[in-house]
């Protein structure tokens, strides 16, 4: 069974900035792609960036592009988000997500095997 576990959520003025990070338990991270989604009150969960394990593509949503960043580290079975210029607009629960069975990056829910319990990033204005 996997786990995953994020952390590094907070309050952050508009501006700041905040790192997340996913760890995982269980198996290893190093064959996945990896993915952050966030949902804020009232609204759909949505995605934020995914990245491959096998080349390390990546990709963002528009509204983030610029500013998020992800990355991993498969030496310490973690997954990180890197999110500069923060607005409140992107006050949300994130969640971090894996898929074990793909190689190419995904951007929708459904296409994710496993899913944290999220952490809450609040951005005041």
């Not at 949505?46 to 080349?55: C, G, H, K, P, Y």
């Not at 992107?90 to 095997?113: M, N, P, Q, W």
Request: proline share 2%; aromatic share 10%.
């Amino acid at each position: 069974q996997v786990q995953l576990v994020e952390s590094g959520g907070g309050l952050v003025q508009a501006g700041g900035s905040l790192r997340l990070s996913c760890a995982a338990s269980g198996r290893t991270l190093s064959r996945a792609v990896m993915g952050w989604f966030r949902q804020a009150p009232g609204k759909e969960r949505e995605f934020v960036a995914t990245i491959t394990w096998r080349l390390e593509t990546t990709s963002y949503a528009d509204s983030v592009k610029g500013r998020f960043t992800i990355s991993r580290d498969n030496a310490k079975n973690t997954v990180s988000l890197q999110m500069n210029t923060l607005k409140p607009e992107d006050t949300a629960i994130y969640y971090c997500a894996a898929a074990f069975r793909a190689s190419e990056v995904i951007k929708h829910l459904s296409g994710y095997d496993y899913w944290g319990q999220g952490t809450q990033v609040t951005v005041s204005s």
